[in-house]
């Protein structure tokens, strides 16, 4: 009996040893202070927008960013576009592994987005998101693109790559920063 009591043990404590550790405590949050983890915190706040949605006729959307749901590191978009209920939402962060930006968008009409990128060397304050294959109507490439930036203001860019290479705007937004009271 005393040997079946060891020999038990003995298997108990192999089931033991091999059985991984229980999980630890979540160790802080990095830090995102790095310069590059703050590449696109002008765009952080309420926004008031505007576009041509035809000739003629300006149409008016809001976009809130922020910093705060998830902490520093994500940035989170909630978009809306009052005149046809249109409202979707995304975010970003920098992928410090790989270098970049990755943005990932949903909306309330099905469409889902996931993009790519960050700041264009030597082109300050242009910003560019491209999305990882083809997206969009007829598979086309896309990307965002922020310019003009200034604390207030800046123009938002959704364009379509076209065969020969180059680039068309499909949709442009110009952003103001919202007033409180306004």
Known sequence: MGRLVIASAAACLVCFAQTPARAQAPTA???????????FDFWVGDWDLDFD?????????????????????????????PATRYKGGSYSIYDRNARVWRQSWVD??????????????????????????????????????????TPDSLTWHWQAQQPDG?????WVLRYKRHKAGA
């Not at 949605?53 to 576009?81: M, Q, W």
């Not at 469409?111 to 700041?119: A, H, I, K, R, T």
């Not at 180059?166 to 499909?170: E, F, G, I, L, P």
């Open 29 to 39: 949050p990095p830090t995102c202070d790095a310069p590059e983890f703050r590449a």
């Open 53 to 81: 949605a035809a000739p003629g006729v300006l149409g008016h959307a809001s976009n809130r960013i922020t910093k705060d749901e998830y902490g520093p590191c994500v940035i989170a978009e909630h978009f809306e576009l």
């Open 166 to 170: 180059s680039w068309k705007d499909n």
């Open 108 to 149: 309330n009409q099905g469409g889902v987005f996931n993009l790519v990128g960050g700041p264009v060397s030597g082109q300050p304050y242009v910003f560019e998101l491209r999305t990882n294959g083809p997206a969009g109507p007829g598979g086309k490439i896309m990307r965002m693109i922020w310019q003009d930036v």
